[in-house]
C-alpha cells in the first residue's frame, strides 16, 4: 500500500493489525431504483478497491426493499457498471429480499425484548411526536402494547390485513436523544406492493437502517462504508446490533464525503425526472452523469478511476469541479486514440493547378505518442475545408487561410486562395486556391513560411456523418431543477464529414478529431451506413473561457453560493501559503492530514480555527470542530453570517476539555449555537447539560439498567462481550448523554466482573 493511505485504508489496516478480522469483506449496496451515476463509481471504487488492496472480498447487494421503485432493469444496470469498471463480486449477486425471512424473525426477538413495538400513530402524528432538535419528543401511547399483542399485530402486518400506514414498527430506543435519528426510529412499514423478486408474499417491508446492518451482518462484512448523510444513522445501525447480541465478529459503519460535481445533478429523483419528462433520451443519454451515460459518450474506465484517484477520500463534503473528470478523459484518450481529420462545416475548395489524384501517407499520431499505425489519404483537386478556416476579412492574430495569406493542409500541401466565390446573398459557397507544388508535407523544398495547418477531407472519397456535439447540461454551477438546463447542451450536424480510413479501416472507436475534441463511435446508433459519432470531450476546458467572457451567467442570487471556495476535496497542488499552512498544522500542532488539509486549503477556515486557538490552546479539539462542524455551517455562509464566533467555539472546547459536558453533549450545545448564537456556557447551564463525573449518582443508574436486562447480563458474563457497549449506551441515555462516558465505560466495567 501507499504510504498516502486514506482515513479508511488506516482504519482497515489498524483492524487487520490488532486481529480484529481475519479477512476484510466490503459490499457495495445500491438501492436498484435508478441507474448508477458517477458518485456510484466512487463508491464502487472504494469498496471494491479496498476488498483488492487486503486480498479481501466484495459483495454486491440491491437493496431492494422499496417495491414501488424497483426494477429488474436497474440491477442489470448496476451489475454492468460494477463489471464494466473492472470489479467483480463475490459470489453471486446478493438482495437483502433474500433476508426477509430471517430480518422478520430478528424483528420478533426486538419485540419480545421489549425493544421494539407497534405503533398505529399516523404519519403527522409521528412527525409531530418526534420533537425538535432542542425540545425532546414524545413516546407513543402504543409503545406499552403487551409482547403478544405486539407479535400479534406484527404478523398480521405482514400477511396484508391492514392498509398502508395504518400500523408500523418501532424501535424502542429513547426519545429524549440527541440524535433525533435514536427516537424510536422505524424498523418496518406496510406497502401493498408487488415486489419484481418477491411477488406479494410480503406486505411489510424493512425500513434501511434495519435492513441494512442486519444484511452486513448476515453476509458477514466487516467495513460498511458509506456516505456522510448516513452518520447520524450509525446510531441506529449500532443500536440493532448491539441490542440483539449478535454472535461476533459484527460490522462497523464508517462514513466518507459524497461526491459532488458541479453543473451536474446526481439526485437520483432528478435524474428520473429528466428521463421521464423526456429531456434526455434516457438513462443512458451521453449528457447524463450515469455511468451508462458516460460510457455512452465515450469515457472509459479508466478514465472514471483516475478521477476517483485524484479527487481522493474525504471527510467532509465538497464541491469537485467537472473540468476534473474532463481532464481525466483527455488524459487517458491523449496517448491512446489515432488523429484522423473531421470536417464539420465543409466549405469547398478547388485547387485549379492541381491535376490527377494521390495518395498521401499519414500516421495517426504524433511523434510524442509511442504508438505506431498510418493509413493513406486520397488527394485531389476538389477538397472541403472547415468553414472557420477561411476569412475573407481576418481578425488580428488569424492565422489560416485568407486572401492574402497561405495555409498548409495538413499532411499535404501548402494553398493560396485565388477567388473566392460568392452566392447572391453573399454567402461563401467555394474557395478557388492554387497550391505549391513541392510544398508537400515531409518533402518541402519551397521555401514558403505559413503559420498553421488545417484539416481537410477529399471530396470524392469523404465519408458523411452525424456528429452529435455535447456539452455540459446545466447553465450553472449549482443547479436547482429543470429551469436550469442548458439549451445547447445538444447539438447534431447531420452532414460533416470525414476522412474514409475511419469507416473502412475502422483504426479505433475513439478518435482525435483534429483541433475539435475527442469522439466516440456512438455505440447504440453507429451503422457503417450511417455512421454516428459523439463528442466526448473538447480538447481543453472552454467553459472556463466561457465564464470570464460572460457567456454563462450564473442566477444573482446564487452568485455568493458559486463565489465560495471548496471547503474540501480540492484536486489541485497547494500554493506556497496554504503550503506552509498545511506543514505547520501537521508538524508543530500535530493535526492529522485530513484535517490539516481542510484548513490549510481554505483561508476562512484558517482565520476561523487560528482566531479560537488564540482564546483557548487545544489544536486538535478545536481543529476537529472547525474541519467539521463549523465547515459545514460555511459552505452555504460566509463567516460574517454565522451566528456564533470563534470565541464561542474555544469557549465550547474548553468546557470539553474540562470535562463539564462530554462529546456527545457538545454537538447538541453546537447545533443550538447555530440556531441562537448563544454562549455554549448559557446554554449548558440553562438547559442543564452539565456532565455528570459523580460516581455516587452513576452506579445507582448502572445497578438499575443490569437490574432491567438480567438476561444480557448473563450472556455478557457467558462470552458476548459485544453486549459491553449495550450497557454504557443504556447509562449514557439514562443520563441524557449528560454521564461522564470514561468514567461511565470504567463502572460498568467493574460491575460486570
Known amino acids: 500500500m501507499s504510504e498516502n493511505k486514506d482515513f479508511l485504508r488506516t482504519i482497515v489496516e489498524e483492524d487487520l493489525h490488532a486481529g480484529k478480522y481475519s479477512e476484510v469483506v466490503t459490499r457495495f449496496p445500491p438501492e436498484p431504483n435508478g441507474f448508477p451515476h458517477i458518485g456510484h463509481a466512487k463508491s464502487i471504487a472504494i469498496n471494491f478497491g479496498i476488498a483488492q488492496d487486503y486480498n479481501g472480498r466484495c459483495n454486491l447487494r440491491m437493496d431492494d426493499t422499496n417495491p414501488t421503485t424497483e426494477d429488474t432493469r436497474y440491477v442489470e444496470a448496476l451489475k454492468d457498471a460494477v463489471e464494466w469498471l473492472g470489479f467483480h463480486w463475490d459470489g453471486d449477486v446478493r438482495y437483502t429480499s433474500d433476508y426477509f425471512p430471517k430480518l422478520y424473525e430478528y424483528a420478533k426477538e426486538l419485540i419480545k425484548m421489549g425493544k421494539a413495538y407497534v405503533d398505529s400513530l399516523t404519519e403527522e402524528e409521528i412527525r409531530e411526536y418526534r420533537g425538535t432538535v432542542t425540545q425532546p419528543g414524545r413516546r407513543s401511547v402504543y409503545a406499552d402494547r403487551s409482547v403478544e399483542e405486539n407479535l400479534n399485530l406484527l404478523e398480521r402486518m405482514k400477511e396484508g390485513e391492514f392498509k398502508d400506514g395504518e400500523h408500523v414498527l418501532r424501535a424502542k430506543i429513547d426519545m429524549g436523544a440527541a440524535n433525533m435519528k435514536m427516537r424510536d426510529p422505524l424498523l418496518y412499514r406496510i406497502r401493498h406492493a408487488h415486489h419484481y423478486r418477491t411477488g406479494d408474499a410480503w406486505h411489510i417491508y424493512p425500513m434501511y437502517d434495519y435492513g441494512h446492518c442486519l444484511s452486513d451482518y448476515i453476509e458477514g462484512v466487516t467495513h460498511s462504508i458509506c456516505?456522510?448523510?448516513?452518520?447520524?444513522?450509525?446510531?441506529?445501525?449500532?443500536?440493532v446490533l448491539d441490542t440483539l447480541g449478535l454472535k461476533p465478529p459484527r460490522p462497523y459503519q464508517y462514513e466518507f464525503a459524497r461526491l459532488g460535481i458541479n453543473y451536474t445533478v446526481m439526485s437520483k429523483r432528478k435524474l428520473l425526472e429528466?428521463?421521464?419528462?423526456?429531456?434526455?433520451?434516457?438513462?443512458?443519454?451521453?449528457?447524463?452523469?450515469?455511468?451508462?451515460?458516460?460510457?455512452?459518450?465515450?469515457?472509459?474506465?479508466?478514465?472514471?478511476?483516475?478521477?476517483c484517484h485524484q479527487i481522493g477520500i474525504a471527510k467532509a463534503n465538497s464541491m469537485v469541479d467537472v473540468a476534473q473528470?474532463?481532464?481525466?478523459?483527455?488524459?487517458?484518450l491523449n496517448t491512446k486514440v489515432p488523429r484522423v481529420m473531421c470536417v464539420l462545416d465543409p466549405l469547398k475548395v478547388t485547387i485549379e493547378n492541381y491535376e490527377g489524384s494521390e495518395e498521401l501517407d499519414a500516421s495517426y499520431y504524433p511523434e510524442d505518442v509511442p504508438k505506431e499505425g498510418s493509413r493513406k489519404l486520397p488527394f485531389s483537386r476538389e477538397i472541403y475545408i472547415e468553414r472557420d478556416d477561411f476569412s475573407e476579412n481576418p481578425p488580428a492574430g488569424f492565422y489560416r487561410l485568407t486572401p492574402e495569406q497561405s495555409v498548409r493542409l495538413k499532411h499535404a500541401y501548402i494553398i493560396s486562395c485565388k477567388e473566392v466565390i460568392k452566392d447572391g446573398f453573399g454567402n461563401i459557397t467555394e474557395i478557388i486556391a492554387t497550391y505549391h507544388p513541392t510544398s508537400k508535407s515531409g518533402s518541402d523544398t519551397s521555401g514558403i513560411k505559413v503559420k498553421s495547418a488545417i484539416?481537410?477531407?477529399?471530396?470524392?472519397?469523404?465519408?458523411?456523418?452525424?456528429?452529435?456535439?455535447?456539452?455540459?447540461?446545466?447553465?450553472?454551477?449549482?443547479?436547482?431543477?429543470?429551469?436550469?438546463?442548458n439549451p445547447d447542451s445538444l447539438k447534431i450536424i447531420k452532414n460533416a464529414l470525414v476522412?474514409?480510413?475511419?469507416?473502412?479501416?475502422?483504426?479505433?472507436?475513439?478518435?482525435?478529431?483534429?483541433?475539435?475534441?475527442?469522439?466516440?463511435?456512438?455505440?447504440?446508433?453507429?451503422?457503417?451506413?450511417?455512421?454516428?459519432?459523439?463528442?466526448?470531450?473538447?480538447?481543453?476546458?472552454?467553459?472556463?473561457?466561457?465564464?470570464?467572457?460572460?457567456?454563462?451567467?450564473?442566477?444573482?442570487?446564487?452568485?455568493?453560493?458559486?463565489?465560495?471556495?471548496?471547503?474540501?476535496?480540492?484536486?489541485?497542488?497547494?500554493?506556497?501559503?496554504?503550503?506552509?499552512?498545511?506543514?505547520?498544522?501537521?508538524?508543530?500542532?500535530?493535526l492529522n492530514g485530513e484535517v490539516s488539509n481542510t484548513l490549510a486549503r481554505v483561508e476562512k477556515l484558517s482565520l476561523f480555527f487560528e482566531a479560537a486557538l488564540a482564546v483557548h490552546n487545544s489544536p486538535i479539539a478545536i481543529a476537529n470542530i472547525v474541519a467539521n462542524e463549523v465547515?459545514?455551517?460555511?459552505?452555504?455562509?460566509?463567516?460574517?453570517e454565522l451566528k456564533f464566533t470563534p470565541e464561542q467555539i474555544a469557549e465550547l472546547v474548553k468546557m470539553i476539555d474540562e470535562e463539564i459536558i462530554s462529546?456527545?453533549?457538545?454537538?447538541?450545545v453546537f447545533e443550538e449555537m447555530v440556531q441562537s448564537g448563544e454562549n455554549p456556557a448559557v446554554i449548558v447551564e440553562t438547559q442543564g447539560l452539565v456532565q455528570i463525573s459523580d460516581s455516587s449518582v452513576i452506579l445507582p443508574i448502572i445497578d438499575d439498567v443490569m437490574a432491567k436486562n438480567p438476561d444480557n447480563v448473563e450472556k455478557y458474563k457467558a462470552g458476548n462481550t459485544k453486549l459491553f457497549g449495550f450497557f454504557v449506551g443504556q447509562v449514557l441515555k439514562a443520563t441524557g448523554g449528560k454521564a461522564n462516558p470514561q468514567m461511565v465505560n470504567d463502572l460498568v466495567a467493574q460491575k460486570l466482573q
Open 227 to 239: 456516505t456522510l448523510e448516513f452518520e447520524n444513522n450509525r446510531d441506529i445501525y449500532d443500536w
Open 274 to 307: 429528466l428521463v421521464n419528462e423526456k429531456y434526455v433520451s434516457g438513462w443512458d443519454d451521453p449528457r447524463m452523469p450515469t455511468i451508462a451515460g458516460l460510457r455512452r459518450r465515450g469515457y472509459t474506465p479508466e478514465s472514471i478511476l483516475n478521477f
Open 325 to 332: 473528470l474532463e481532464f481525466c478523459i483527455r488524459d487517458d
Open 455 to 485: 484539416q481537410w477531407v477529399e471530396a470524392a472519397t469523404a465519408k458523411t456523418v452525424e456528429v452529435r456535439l455535447y456539452d455540459r447540461l446545466y447553465t450553472c454551477e449549482a443547479p436547482e431543477g429543470v429551469e436550469d438546463l
Open 499 to 590: 476522412e474514409p480510413a475511419l469507416i473502412t479501416e475502422k483504426p479505433d472507436v475513439r478518435f482525435q478529431f483534429e483541433r475539435h475534441g475527442y469522439f466516440y463511435s456512438d455505440p447504440v446508433d453507429y451503422t457503417d451506413e450511417a455512421p454516428v459519432f459523439n463528442k466526448i470531450v473538447g480538447l481543453k476546458d472552454s467553459w472556463n473561457k466561457k465564464a470570464k467572457e460572460g457567456d454563462v451567467v450564473a442566477k444573482p442570487e446564487r452568485k455568493a453560493a458559486e463565489k465560495k471556495v471548496q471547503i474540501d476535496g480540492e484536486v489541485a497542488p497547494m500554493n506556497e501559503v496554504e503550503q506552509a499552512r498545511f506543514d505547520k498544522y501537521t508538524n508543530q500542532l500535530k
Open 631 to 640: 465547515a459545514r455551517e460555511l459552505k452555504e455562509k460566509e463567516v460574517s
Open 663 to 668: 462529546n456527545k453533549i457538545a454537538k447538541q
